[in-house]
Structure formats: C-alpha cells, structure tokens
C-alpha cells in the first residue's frame, strides 16, 4: 500500500483537490495516539496489540510512538513484522494450533508467552524452555459479542483446567487467556469470563501467573460511543473479587486501538432510485460488514468538498465488482440529494478493513494518507 502524507486540514479539504477515483483511506495518528492513551491510562495491566486487525505499517510505528510495546502475532509474518517495526517488542503467540515449523519460528522469535487449547497441541509445546509462559484459552457460551470467538478456539472449563494442571506438571508457568467475541458493547462477558478463570485455577490448585481478558474491545460503528472505562472498572473489580491472589491482567485489542485511527473515502459510480454503485465493497474495505452490519458513522461530501444534504434514506449499497455477491447486506441510510461523482466518508474504519482488501477484479484501496492534522 503507498503512503503519502499531506498538510491539508482535513480528508474533504484532500477529497476537492485530487478528487481520486479509487477507495482510499486517511491514516489519522493523532487519534491513534488518543485512543491508545485511553487504553494505557485506563487499563488495569499490559496493554498489547493483536496484529490481525490492522498491520499496516504506519499502525505499528504509530503505537509503537505512542509507547505500545508487547503483541499478539498469530503467524510468523506477523512476527517478523513486528520485529521490523520494534526490534525489542515482547511477543505473545496467541494461536493455539501450530505446525512444528511455527513452533521453530515462534522460538527463533523469542515469543514469551503461549496459548493452548487442547492437550495435543499442548505437548507440542514440550520443546520449550522451561519457564516460558503457557496461557491455557478458555471458551464460554457467550452472548453479547457480534460474533462468538469460541466457535474456533478455547477449551471449555474442565479441560481448561486440566491443560492448567499439565502446563504446571511440564515446567512451564500458568495463565489463563479468552476472548469474548469481537465488538463486545457492555461488561458483562468480561465479568463471566474472570469469574470463569478464577474458579478454574482454584479447582486446578493453581495460582495464576497472569490474566489475558482478550480483545473484543468495542469501537463506535454508530450506535454512540462505546463505554470503555466501565468495561475497565469491571475488569479490575471482578478480578480484585474473584481471585485470592489477582494475577496481574494483559489485555490484547485489535479493533478497540485501531479502529479510530482511519478513515475510509469511497466515490459514488452511479446512482439509482433504490441503489448506489460504489468503488469499494465487501471484497475490499467493508469486507466485515457482512457479519457486523453496515458502519454508520458517514457524511457524503460533493467533488466541491461541502456536504451533502437531504433527508436520509436507506439505499442498497453495490460494491465495484462483477460478482453479485458484491453488495452490502442491509440498505446503508444516505441523503436523500446523493449524486455520482460524491465522495462517502466512512469513520471509525481501522479495523478489519484494509487487513482484508483482496484486490479482487482489480479493486481495491491501494492508498493511506496520512493526516498530519486531527481529522
Ligand atoms: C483477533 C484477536 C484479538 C483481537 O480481537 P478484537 O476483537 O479485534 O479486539 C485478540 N486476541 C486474539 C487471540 C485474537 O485472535
């Protein structure tokens, strides 16, 4: 992805100059740097960052700036572009089925601490130094999350425990990690998850090195801003209450730290009575808008630069490609005076957005700006 910086004081203000024909996203550090010190001041432990949610270079040296040292890489790509971004960071490998070949890789790497799911892959792990960090994943029937992370990985609380018991037995030094589902909007799967973790270790007669409350943290996708602090207090409370001896907490955001930090301009091809045709789609920037509904937070912007008005109203949204499949699944409300050749500006779309740009037909956002204003 090319990358360009601009001095213009905001993305309409770049939008009216270049009027670009492709999707392109505004890379805005200064609210990287906001968010990320909402997490730090915030947070009762570690604050790492899940890589997979966006890896774009400028995301890591912008957390990286604003004092984010410790990560969770899934893949030894992810390692090593972690490493290239900050040499000395702390790795946690949190993907719990590993070939042999990664097992090396994560070891070549100096990951610190590892997750495990299941007792095979568990005894993979043998190899590795005595003392290294192994944090058993739990899984839960959960509700609250727009879609359940324990439909892959964790295990359920008795062989939860029993992992805890083994990873003792092998010499190695016990946590307990889960995730309770991406875009989690209220404390409450939090608040199950640490009770959950807490009588599992005392069932296990082990004391916890560590807590790893996940990700899942929520972004504003336009149902007002999300409470953040409450979903810390909780975290802190439930943890103070439910152990003997609270371990020390990690979290690990992907979306909650990078989703502020872009956003993403689309121009309108054409315009229909009941839709609108866009240069981007879900095989591009929306690709998650399939599972989370459409984003909310959007003004339309004429070529001129201005908005947009109207009444809103909800039109089918086509993406650019000849597949049709390549259209969003709800009506996206947009003004009633929408025109071709407008620029869509959508907010809050860090996440999950241009990780998962395929280029598929030859579309594709193949750009960052980067603001040097807040925007
Ligand atoms: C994807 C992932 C995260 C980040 O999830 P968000 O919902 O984006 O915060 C954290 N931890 C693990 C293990 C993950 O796989």
Request: glycine share 10%; charged share 25%.
């Amino acid at each position: 992805m090319g990358i360009e910086q601009t001095l213009l004081p905001s993305p309409e203000a770049w939008l009216s100059r270049r009027r670009p024909d492709d999707p392109v996203f505004f890379f805005c550090p200064v609210r990287l740097a906001q968010v990320t010190e909402r997490f730090r001041r915030g947070f009762p432990g570690l604050v790492t960052y899940a890589v997979k949610a966006n890896p774009a270079p400028e995301m890591l040296d912008g957390l990286v700036a604003a004092g984010i040292r410790a990560f969770d890489v899934a893949s030894p790509a992810e390692m090593a572009l972690v490493r290239a971004h900050c040499p000395d960071a702390v790795l946690h490998y949190h993907n719990p089925v590993r070939s042999e070949a990664e097992i090396d890789a994560g070891l070549a790497h100096g990951c610190v601490s590892w997750s495990v799911d299941r007792m095979r892959e568990l005894e993979k792990l043998s190899r590795l130094p005595k003392g290294t960090e192994i944090a058993v994943r739990l899984k839960l029937p959960v509700t609250g999350a727009a879609y359940d992370f324990g439909a892959k990985f964790g295990a359920e609380p008795r062989l939860a425990q029993e992992l805890l018991e083994r990873v003792v037995e092998m010499g190695f030094v016990p946590s307990l990690t889960f995730h309770p589902g991406t875009q989690c909007r209220t404390p409450e799967p939090w608040a199950r998850y640490i009770q959950a973790a807490a009588e599992i270790a005392r069932a296990a007669g082990v004391t916890l090195h560590r807590l790893n409350v996940g990700g899942g943290f929520p972004s504003d996708r336009g149902e007002g801003h999300p409470d953040l602090d409450a979903i810390f207090r909780t975290i802190a409370e439930t943890t103070r209450a439910a152990f003997d001896v609270p371990p020390r907490l990690v979290c690990e955001p992907g979306r909650g730290l990078c989703a502020e930090a872009f956003l993403l301009a689309l121009r309108v091809k054409a315009v229909e009575d009941a839709a609108v045709f866009l240069n981007d789609g879900i095989y591009g920037g929306m690709a998650e808008w399939r599972d989370l509904g459409p984003m909310g937070r959007l003004r339309v912007v004429t070529p001129e630069g201005l908005p947009r008005g109207g009444a809103f109203r909800g039109r089918i949204v086509f993406g650019p490609t000849c597949d049709s499949l390549d259209r969003l699944p709800d009506p996206v409300a947009l003004p009633e005076g929408i025109r071709e050749d407008d620029f869509i500006v959508f907010e809050g779309m860090g996440a999950y957005s241009r990780a998962l740009v395929t280029g598929f037909n030859g579309y594709g956002a193949r750009r960052i700006i980067r603001m040097t204003t807040a925007c």
